[in-house]
Protein backbone atom coordinates (compact mmCIF):
# COMPACT_ATOMS: atom_id res chain seq x y z
CA UNK A 1 0.00 0.00 0.00
CA UNK A 2 1.06 3.58 -0.85
CA UNK A 3 2.77 5.87 1.99
CA UNK A 4 3.52 8.85 2.28
CA UNK A 5 7.18 9.76 4.04
CA UNK A 6 7.07 12.92 5.82
CA UNK A 7 9.79 15.45 6.86
CA UNK A 8 9.91 17.96 9.77
CA UNK A 9 12.06 20.82 9.67
CA UNK A 10 12.08 22.86 12.90
CA UNK A 11 10.63 20.65 16.54
CA UNK A 12 9.78 23.86 18.43
CA UNK A 13 6.13 24.21 19.33
CA UNK A 14 4.47 23.78 15.99
CA UNK A 15 6.91 21.02 15.18
CA UNK A 16 6.10 19.03 18.32
CA UNK A 17 2.53 18.98 17.81
CA UNK A 18 2.98 17.64 14.03
CA UNK A 19 4.83 15.27 15.43
CA UNK A 20 2.24 14.48 17.99
CA UNK A 21 -0.67 14.50 15.66
CA UNK A 22 0.96 11.87 13.33
CA UNK A 23 2.21 9.88 15.41
CA UNK A 24 -0.61 9.54 17.80
CA UNK A 25 -3.24 9.78 15.40
CA UNK A 26 -1.75 7.75 12.91
CA UNK A 27 -5.42 5.92 11.72
CA UNK A 28 -7.51 9.18 11.68
CA UNK A 29 -4.91 9.94 9.24
CA UNK A 30 -4.71 7.05 7.29
CA UNK A 31 -8.50 6.92 6.60
CA UNK A 32 -8.47 10.75 5.69
CA UNK A 33 -5.64 10.18 3.13
CA UNK A 34 -6.36 6.62 2.36
CA UNK A 35 -3.61 5.88 2.74
CA UNK A 36 -0.80 5.92 5.52
CA UNK A 37 1.28 9.36 6.49
CA UNK A 38 3.86 8.92 8.64
CA UNK A 39 6.80 11.03 9.77
CA UNK A 40 10.22 9.94 8.07
CA UNK A 41 12.71 12.34 9.62
CA UNK A 42 13.07 15.77 11.77
CA UNK A 43 15.99 18.54 11.40
CA UNK A 44 16.78 20.41 14.08
CA UNK A 45 19.74 22.84 15.37
CA UNK A 46 20.47 21.41 18.41
CA UNK A 47 20.40 17.79 19.00
CA UNK A 48 21.06 17.96 22.14
CA UNK A 49 18.16 19.71 23.86
CA UNK A 50 15.47 17.65 25.58
CA UNK A 51 12.20 17.12 23.64
CA UNK A 52 8.90 16.43 24.80
CA UNK A 53 8.46 13.43 22.40
CA UNK A 54 11.16 11.00 21.70
CA UNK A 55 12.51 9.61 18.03
CA UNK A 56 14.62 6.81 17.22
CA UNK A 57 18.13 8.13 16.52
CA UNK A 58 18.62 7.31 13.03
CA UNK A 59 14.73 9.86 12.19
CA UNK A 60 15.94 13.11 14.08
CA UNK A 61 19.42 14.41 12.90
CA UNK A 62 20.84 18.74 12.87
CA UNK A 63 21.67 17.80 9.21
CA UNK A 64 19.36 18.87 5.87
CA UNK A 65 21.13 16.77 3.80
CA UNK A 66 20.02 13.96 5.79
CA UNK A 67 16.39 14.97 4.58
CA UNK A 68 17.05 16.25 1.53
CA UNK A 69 18.77 12.91 0.65
CA UNK A 70 16.25 10.69 1.39
CA UNK A 71 14.47 9.83 -1.72
CA UNK A 72 11.17 7.90 0.07
CA UNK A 73 10.48 11.30 1.84
CA UNK A 74 7.85 13.57 -0.38
CA UNK A 75 6.75 16.16 1.86
CA UNK A 76 8.70 18.46 4.31
CA UNK A 77 7.11 20.71 6.95
CA UNK A 78 9.05 23.70 7.28
CA UNK A 79 8.20 24.76 10.46
CA UNK A 80 11.48 27.04 11.23
CA UNK A 81 10.53 31.12 12.27
CA UNK A 82 11.96 34.10 10.43
CA UNK A 83 13.85 34.88 6.99
CA UNK A 84 16.75 33.10 7.10
CA UNK A 85 18.12 30.33 7.11
CA UNK A 86 14.21 29.57 6.66
CA UNK A 87 14.35 30.71 3.06
CA UNK A 88 17.79 28.71 1.99
CA UNK A 89 16.08 25.77 3.49
CA UNK A 90 12.68 26.11 1.89
CA UNK A 91 14.73 26.48 -1.14
CA UNK A 92 17.21 23.59 -0.78
CA UNK A 93 13.95 21.13 0.14
CA UNK A 94 12.03 22.79 -3.16
CA UNK A 95 15.41 21.61 -5.35
CA UNK A 96 15.32 17.97 -3.73
CA UNK A 97 12.20 17.57 -5.29
CA UNK A 98 9.41 17.86 -2.46
CA UNK A 99 6.59 19.68 -1.64
CA UNK A 100 6.37 21.91 1.25
CA UNK A 101 4.25 22.36 3.95
CA UNK A 102 4.66 26.16 6.38
CA UNK A 103 3.30 28.29 9.10
CA UNK A 104 5.64 30.51 8.45
CA UNK A 105 4.26 34.10 7.13
CA UNK A 106 6.96 36.44 8.66
CA UNK A 107 8.77 34.20 5.17
CA UNK A 108 5.61 33.83 2.97
CA UNK A 109 5.36 37.78 3.08
CA UNK A 110 8.78 38.72 2.32
CA UNK A 111 10.04 36.48 0.14
CA UNK A 112 6.51 34.60 -1.40
CA UNK A 113 6.48 35.45 -5.11
CA UNK A 114 10.39 34.11 -4.97
CA UNK A 115 9.32 30.76 -3.66
CA UNK A 116 6.27 29.71 -5.39
CA UNK A 117 7.92 30.85 -8.67
CA UNK A 118 10.47 28.51 -8.14
CA UNK A 119 8.37 26.11 -6.95
CA UNK A 120 5.82 26.42 -9.97
CA UNK A 121 8.77 26.00 -12.04
CA UNK A 122 10.15 22.39 -9.96
CA UNK A 123 6.73 21.17 -10.44
CA UNK A 124 5.85 21.97 -6.45
CA UNK A 125 3.55 22.54 -4.26
CA UNK A 126 3.91 25.08 -1.20
CA UNK A 127 1.08 24.71 1.27
CA UNK A 128 0.74 27.19 4.02
CA UNK A 129 -2.97 27.32 6.02
CA UNK A 130 -1.26 27.32 9.24
CA UNK A 131 0.17 31.16 7.97
CA UNK A 132 -2.61 33.05 8.92
CA UNK A 133 -5.14 32.39 11.71
CA UNK A 134 -3.16 29.17 13.23
CA UNK A 135 -6.07 26.54 13.98
CA UNK A 136 -8.80 29.11 11.19
CA UNK A 137 -9.27 27.79 7.89
CA UNK A 138 -9.23 31.19 6.32
CA UNK A 139 -6.31 30.53 3.70
CA UNK A 140 -8.01 27.51 1.98
CA UNK A 141 -11.64 29.35 3.05
CA UNK A 142 -10.79 32.20 0.80
CA UNK A 143 -8.39 30.66 -1.80
CA UNK A 144 -11.28 28.13 -2.20
CA UNK A 145 -14.65 28.02 -0.41
CA UNK A 146 -15.51 31.62 -1.36
CA UNK A 147 -13.14 31.52 -4.89
CA UNK A 148 -17.02 32.13 -6.70
CA UNK A 149 -16.83 35.57 -5.44
CA UNK A 150 -15.24 39.03 -5.23
CA UNK A 151 -14.39 40.23 -1.94
CA UNK A 152 -15.53 43.92 -0.87
CA UNK A 153 -13.75 43.66 2.92
CA UNK A 154 -11.93 41.53 5.20
CA UNK A 155 -11.90 42.81 8.94
CA UNK A 156 -9.62 40.25 11.66
CA UNK A 157 -7.87 39.57 14.50
CA UNK A 158 -4.70 37.58 13.43
CA UNK A 159 -2.41 38.17 16.41
CA UNK A 160 -3.18 35.61 18.91
CA UNK A 161 -0.64 36.92 21.69
CA UNK A 162 -2.18 40.67 21.09
CA UNK A 163 -5.56 39.41 21.60
CA UNK A 164 -4.00 37.51 24.87
CA UNK A 165 -2.54 40.44 26.11
CA UNK A 166 -5.11 42.95 25.83
CA UNK A 167 -8.00 40.47 26.50
CA UNK A 168 -5.91 39.33 30.11
CA UNK A 169 -5.10 43.25 30.93
CA UNK A 170 -8.96 43.81 30.12
CA UNK A 171 -11.09 41.03 31.86
CA UNK A 172 -8.16 39.88 34.59
CA UNK A 173 -6.41 43.00 35.49
CA UNK A 174 -2.59 41.50 34.61
CA UNK A 175 -0.22 44.18 33.24
CA UNK A 176 1.20 44.32 29.97
CA UNK A 177 5.10 42.88 30.68
CA UNK A 178 2.90 39.63 32.55
CA UNK A 179 0.57 39.32 29.66
CA UNK A 180 2.98 39.33 27.64
CA UNK A 181 5.24 36.46 29.49
CA UNK A 182 2.13 34.15 29.72
CA UNK A 183 1.51 34.35 25.85
CA UNK A 184 5.38 33.11 25.45
CA UNK A 185 5.18 30.36 28.15
CA UNK A 186 2.12 29.33 26.26
CA UNK A 187 4.33 29.17 22.84
CA UNK A 188 1.73 32.05 21.14
CA UNK A 189 4.33 34.58 20.68
CA UNK A 190 6.96 34.78 17.50
CA UNK A 191 10.47 34.07 18.78
CA UNK A 192 11.23 38.18 18.55
CA UNK A 193 7.89 38.52 20.40
CA UNK A 194 8.35 42.36 18.87
CA UNK A 195 6.77 41.46 15.76
CA UNK A 196 3.13 40.61 17.57
CA UNK A 197 2.77 43.03 19.96
CA UNK A 198 3.84 45.91 17.09
CA UNK A 199 1.80 44.57 14.73
CA UNK A 200 3.91 43.21 12.10
CA UNK A 201 3.02 39.61 12.21
CA UNK A 202 -0.52 40.59 11.51
CA UNK A 203 0.57 43.07 8.78
CA UNK A 204 2.59 39.75 7.81
CA UNK A 205 -1.13 37.93 7.62
CA UNK A 206 -2.81 41.21 6.21
CA UNK A 207 -0.36 41.04 3.51
CA UNK A 208 -0.85 37.39 2.31
CA UNK A 209 -4.72 37.71 2.66
CA UNK A 210 -4.49 41.04 0.45
CA UNK A 211 -2.75 39.08 -2.42
CA UNK A 212 -4.63 36.10 -2.25
CA UNK A 213 -8.21 37.55 -1.79
CA UNK A 214 -7.80 41.25 -3.48
CA UNK A 215 -5.31 40.51 -6.34
CA UNK A 216 -3.29 43.36 -3.89
CA UNK A 217 0.58 43.40 -5.04
CA UNK A 218 2.37 45.37 -1.91
CA UNK A 219 4.87 44.72 0.79
CA UNK A 220 3.61 44.19 3.71
CA UNK A 221 5.77 47.11 5.24
CA UNK A 222 3.64 49.42 2.82
CA UNK A 223 0.09 48.74 5.26
CA UNK A 224 -0.25 51.40 7.66
CA UNK A 225 0.32 49.95 11.13
CA UNK A 226 -0.06 50.29 14.92
CA UNK A 227 0.58 47.62 17.24
CA UNK A 228 -0.76 47.25 20.93
CA UNK A 229 2.68 48.21 22.58
CA UNK A 230 1.50 51.58 23.52
CA UNK A 231 -1.72 50.95 24.51
CA UNK A 232 -2.28 52.32 27.60
CA UNK A 233 -5.10 50.19 30.36
CA UNK A 234 -6.80 53.47 30.93
CA UNK A 235 -7.83 53.46 27.06
CA UNK A 236 -9.32 49.98 27.32
CA UNK A 237 -11.67 51.87 30.81
CA UNK A 238 -12.81 54.84 28.25
CA UNK A 239 -13.30 52.56 25.78
CA UNK A 240 -15.49 50.09 27.84
CA UNK A 241 -17.20 53.56 29.73
CA UNK A 242 -17.94 54.44 25.78
CA UNK A 243 -19.61 50.73 25.30
CA UNK A 244 -16.57 49.80 23.55
CA UNK A 245 -13.44 46.95 23.47
CA UNK A 246 -10.24 47.53 21.67
CA UNK A 247 -8.96 45.08 19.38
CA UNK A 248 -5.95 44.92 17.30
CA UNK A 249 -7.77 44.54 14.03
CA UNK A 250 -6.12 44.07 10.58
CA UNK A 251 -8.76 45.96 8.12
CA UNK A 252 -8.95 45.36 4.13
CA UNK A 253 -11.46 47.36 2.56
CA UNK A 254 -12.56 47.91 -0.74
CA UNK A 255 -14.29 51.04 -2.64
CA UNK A 256 -14.24 52.53 -5.70
CA UNK A 257 -11.07 54.77 -4.68
CA UNK A 258 -9.37 51.29 -4.33
CA UNK A 259 -8.43 49.35 -1.14
CA UNK A 260 -7.81 50.61 2.26
CA UNK A 261 -5.46 48.23 4.57
CA UNK A 262 -4.08 48.55 8.12
CA UNK A 263 -3.56 47.13 11.39
CA UNK A 264 -4.18 49.05 14.43
CA UNK A 265 -5.91 49.11 17.94
CA UNK A 266 -9.55 49.66 17.11
CA UNK A 267 -12.98 50.34 19.48
CA UNK A 268 -15.49 47.83 18.64
CA UNK A 269 -18.74 48.29 19.78
CA UNK A 270 -19.37 45.16 22.52
CA UNK A 271 -21.48 42.38 21.35
CA UNK A 272 -20.63 42.68 18.09
CA UNK A 273 -19.01 39.45 17.50
CA UNK A 274 -15.46 40.71 16.73
CA UNK A 275 -15.39 42.24 20.00
CA UNK A 276 -16.43 38.85 21.48
CA UNK A 277 -13.25 37.31 20.33
CA UNK A 278 -10.73 36.71 23.52
CA UNK A 279 -8.08 34.94 24.33
CA UNK A 280 -5.82 33.60 21.99
CA UNK A 281 -8.05 33.75 20.07
CA UNK A 282 -8.22 34.71 15.43
CA UNK A 283 -11.27 35.44 13.90
CA UNK A 284 -11.71 37.20 10.54
CA UNK A 285 -15.53 38.87 9.15
CA UNK A 286 -15.00 38.54 5.59
CA UNK A 287 -17.47 40.22 3.13
CA UNK A 288 -17.66 38.34 -0.56
CA UNK A 289 -20.62 39.50 -3.36
CA UNK A 290 -22.25 36.42 -3.86
CA UNK A 291 -21.72 34.67 -0.31
CA UNK A 292 -22.51 38.23 2.06
CA UNK A 293 -20.82 38.00 5.30
CA UNK A 294 -18.85 35.12 6.87
CA UNK A 295 -17.26 35.19 9.89
CA UNK A 296 -14.68 32.47 10.88
CA UNK A 297 -13.35 31.93 14.83
CA UNK A 298 -10.64 29.77 16.06
CA UNK A 299 -7.67 29.37 17.80
CA UNK A 300 -5.17 31.99 16.46
CA UNK A 301 -1.84 29.93 18.10
CA UNK A 302 -0.70 27.21 20.18
CA UNK A 303 0.87 23.99 19.65
CA UNK A 304 -2.20 21.92 18.29
CA UNK A 305 -4.32 24.59 16.64
CA UNK A 306 -1.71 25.04 14.84
CA UNK A 307 -1.14 21.10 13.88
CA UNK A 308 -4.12 20.81 12.83
CA UNK A 309 -4.03 23.55 9.84
CA UNK A 310 -0.50 21.73 8.99
CA UNK A 311 -1.46 18.38 9.30
CA UNK A 312 -4.53 18.94 7.27
CA UNK A 313 -2.30 20.88 4.66
CA UNK A 314 0.01 17.60 4.88
CA UNK A 315 -3.11 15.00 4.13
CA UNK A 316 -4.34 17.70 1.00
CA UNK A 317 -0.62 17.14 -0.27
CA UNK A 318 -0.41 13.50 0.33
CA UNK A 319 -3.92 13.06 -1.45
CA UNK A 320 -2.81 15.17 -4.57
CA UNK A 321 -5.07 17.80 -3.82
CA UNK A 322 -2.56 20.86 -3.10
CA UNK A 323 -0.76 20.31 -6.14
CA UNK A 324 -4.44 21.15 -8.06
CA UNK A 325 -5.19 23.94 -6.16
CA UNK A 326 -1.43 25.61 -6.22
CA UNK A 327 -1.00 25.35 -9.64
CA UNK A 328 -4.56 27.36 -9.48
CA UNK A 329 -4.37 29.85 -6.41
CA UNK A 330 -4.33 33.74 -7.56
CA UNK A 331 -1.02 34.17 -4.93
CA UNK A 332 2.11 35.28 -6.04
CA UNK A 333 1.08 34.15 -9.95
CA UNK A 334 2.25 36.97 -12.62
CA UNK A 335 -1.59 37.47 -13.30
CA UNK A 336 -3.12 41.25 -13.38
CA UNK A 337 -2.88 43.43 -10.28
CA UNK A 338 -6.77 43.25 -9.78
CA UNK A 339 -7.01 46.49 -7.20
CA UNK A 340 -5.17 49.76 -6.74
CA UNK A 341 -3.79 50.33 -3.45
CA UNK A 342 -5.19 53.92 -1.72
CA UNK A 343 -3.06 55.87 0.16
CA UNK A 344 -3.34 55.37 3.75
CA UNK A 345 -4.31 59.20 4.54
CA UNK A 346 -7.38 59.29 1.97
CA UNK A 347 -9.18 56.49 4.05
CA UNK A 348 -11.37 57.67 6.61
CA UNK A 349 -13.22 56.76 9.71
CA UNK A 350 -14.59 57.64 13.38
CA UNK A 351 -12.22 58.30 15.82
CA UNK A 352 -11.40 57.88 19.53
CA UNK A 353 -8.98 60.89 20.95
CA UNK A 354 -7.58 61.10 24.21
CA UNK A 355 -5.28 64.21 24.99
CA UNK A 356 -4.47 64.96 28.99
CA UNK A 357 -5.36 68.95 29.13
CA UNK A 358 -5.03 71.83 31.98
CA UNK A 359 -8.41 72.16 33.80
CA UNK A 360 -9.40 75.57 33.10
CA UNK A 361 -12.38 77.28 30.79
CA UNK A 362 -11.39 77.24 27.17
CA UNK A 363 -9.43 73.92 26.69
CA UNK A 364 -12.21 72.93 24.95
CA UNK A 365 -13.05 75.39 23.19
CA UNK A 366 -9.23 75.56 21.60
CA UNK A 367 -9.29 71.63 20.93
CA UNK A 368 -12.38 71.94 18.96
CA UNK A 369 -11.55 74.59 17.32
CA UNK A 370 -8.75 72.83 15.67
CA UNK A 371 -10.74 69.68 15.14
CA UNK A 372 -13.25 72.21 13.31
CA UNK A 373 -10.28 73.62 11.17
CA UNK A 374 -9.46 70.20 10.19
CA UNK A 375 -13.35 69.08 9.17
CA UNK A 376 -13.30 66.74 12.13
CA UNK A 377 -17.02 67.36 14.36
CA UNK A 378 -17.30 65.54 18.08
CA UNK A 379 -19.69 63.24 18.22
CA UNK A 380 -19.87 62.62 22.17
CA UNK A 381 -17.17 63.98 24.88
CA UNK A 382 -16.19 62.52 28.26
CA UNK A 383 -14.27 64.53 30.66
CA UNK A 384 -13.20 62.92 34.05
CA UNK A 385 -12.97 65.04 37.18
CA UNK A 386 -9.78 66.31 38.62
CA UNK A 387 -9.93 64.29 41.72
CA UNK A 388 -9.39 60.89 39.26
CA UNK A 389 -5.97 60.24 40.19
CA UNK A 390 -4.20 62.60 37.60
CA UNK A 391 -1.22 65.41 37.85
CA UNK A 392 -3.00 68.11 40.30
CA UNK A 393 -4.55 70.62 37.14
CA UNK A 394 -4.69 68.33 34.60
CA UNK A 395 -7.83 66.06 33.47
CA UNK A 396 -8.18 63.62 30.42
CA UNK A 397 -10.56 64.53 27.53
CA UNK A 398 -12.01 61.63 25.70
CA UNK A 399 -13.77 62.20 22.40
CA UNK A 400 -15.29 60.38 19.81
CA UNK A 401 -15.83 61.81 16.63
CA UNK A 402 -18.12 61.88 13.37
CA UNK A 403 -16.20 60.16 10.44
CA UNK A 404 -13.47 62.81 9.13
CA UNK A 405 -10.17 61.27 7.09
CA UNK A 406 -7.04 59.83 8.38
CA UNK A 407 -4.99 62.66 7.03
CA UNK A 408 -6.95 65.38 8.69
CA UNK A 409 -7.78 63.56 12.23
CA UNK A 410 -3.87 63.11 12.17
CA UNK A 411 -2.77 66.82 10.83
CA UNK A 412 -5.88 67.80 13.34
CA UNK A 413 -3.88 65.73 16.73
CA UNK A 414 -0.35 67.43 15.62
CA UNK A 415 -1.82 70.50 16.02
CA UNK A 416 -3.98 69.96 19.05
CA UNK A 417 -0.37 68.66 20.86
CA UNK A 418 1.32 71.90 20.41
CA UNK A 419 -1.80 73.82 22.20
CA UNK A 420 0.03 74.99 25.49
CA UNK A 421 -2.58 73.67 27.81
CA UNK A 422 -2.22 70.45 26.17
CA UNK A 423 0.64 68.13 27.65
CA UNK A 424 2.17 65.24 26.15
CA UNK A 425 0.81 63.36 23.06
CA UNK A 426 -2.55 62.51 22.26
CA UNK A 427 -3.82 58.98 21.80
CA UNK A 428 -6.39 58.24 18.47
CA UNK A 429 -7.98 55.42 17.69
CA UNK A 430 -10.04 53.93 14.89
CA UNK A 431 -13.88 52.96 15.82
CA UNK A 432 -15.21 50.72 13.96
CA UNK A 433 -18.40 51.67 12.07
P1 LIG B 1 9.84 27.64 17.87
O1 LIG B 1 10.79 28.74 18.11
O2 LIG B 1 9.11 27.04 18.99
O3 LIG B 1 10.59 26.46 17.10
C1 LIG B 1 11.47 26.67 16.06
C2 LIG B 1 12.22 25.39 15.78
O4 LIG B 1 13.07 25.63 14.65
C3 LIG B 1 13.10 24.90 16.90
O5 LIG B 1 12.79 23.54 17.12
C4 LIG B 1 14.52 25.04 16.34
O6 LIG B 1 15.37 23.95 16.66
C5 LIG B 1 14.27 24.92 14.87
N1 LIG B 1 15.34 25.54 14.07
C6 LIG B 1 15.79 26.80 14.10
N2 LIG B 1 16.77 26.95 13.19
C7 LIG B 1 16.95 25.76 12.60
C8 LIG B 1 17.82 25.25 11.62
N3 LIG B 1 18.71 26.04 11.03
N4 LIG B 1 17.71 23.96 11.26
C9 LIG B 1 16.79 23.16 11.84
N5 LIG B 1 15.94 23.57 12.78
C10 LIG B 1 16.02 24.85 13.17
O7 LIG B 1 8.83 28.19 16.76
P2 LIG B 1 7.28 27.82 16.57
O8 LIG B 1 7.12 26.36 16.48
O9 LIG B 1 6.45 28.59 17.53
O10 LIG B 1 7.00 28.50 15.15
C11 LIG B 1 7.45 27.91 13.94
C12 LIG B 1 6.85 28.69 12.78
O11 LIG B 1 5.43 28.59 12.85
C13 LIG B 1 7.16 30.18 12.81
O12 LIG B 1 7.31 30.63 11.49
C14 LIG B 1 5.91 30.80 13.42
O13 LIG B 1 5.69 32.12 12.99
C15 LIG B 1 4.85 29.89 12.86
N6 LIG B 1 3.61 29.81 13.64
C16 LIG B 1 3.67 29.60 14.99
C17 LIG B 1 2.50 29.48 15.72
C18 LIG B 1 2.52 29.27 17.18
O14 LIG B 1 1.44 29.28 17.79
N7 LIG B 1 3.65 29.06 17.81
C19 LIG B 1 1.20 29.59 15.05
C20 LIG B 1 1.25 29.77 13.64
C21 LIG B 1 2.43 29.89 12.96
P3 LIG B 1 15.90 23.63 18.15
O15 LIG B 1 14.68 23.11 18.86
O16 LIG B 1 16.92 22.60 17.98
O17 LIG B 1 16.39 24.93 18.70
N1 LIG C 1 2.73 34.69 17.10
C1 LIG C 1 1.59 34.41 16.31
C2 LIG C 1 0.35 34.91 17.03
C3 LIG C 1 1.47 32.93 16.08
O1 LIG C 1 0.43 35.21 18.23
O2 LIG C 1 -0.69 35.04 16.40
C4 LIG C 1 0.41 32.56 15.09
O3 LIG C 1 0.73 32.99 13.80
Redesign the pocket.
Given at each position: METTRVGV????????GVARLLTEHRDRIRRRAGHTVELGRV?????S?PREISFDSEMIT?R?SDLTADEEISVVCQ????LE??RS?MLQILESGKDIV??????LAEHGPELFDRARELGRSIAFE??VG?GMPIINSIGQCLSANRIDSLHGILN?TSNFIVSQMEEQGWDFPTALAEAQAR?????DPRMDIDGS?AAQKLAILSHLAFGARLHWTDISCVGIDELEFVDLEYARQLGFRIKLLAIAQRSDAGLELHVSPTLVRSGQPLAEVRGSFNAVSVVGDAVGRVFLQGA????M??ASAVVADLIDTAVGRTRITFQTLELWSHGEVRVKIRDHSEGSGHYYMRFMVDDHPGVLAEISGVLGRHQVSIASLIQQPEESGHPSGQVPLVMMTHRATEGAAGRAIEEIEELPSVRGSGVRMRVLS
Open positions: VGLGTVGTVVADLKDLLIGGPAITANKALASGGGYAEADGAGQPT
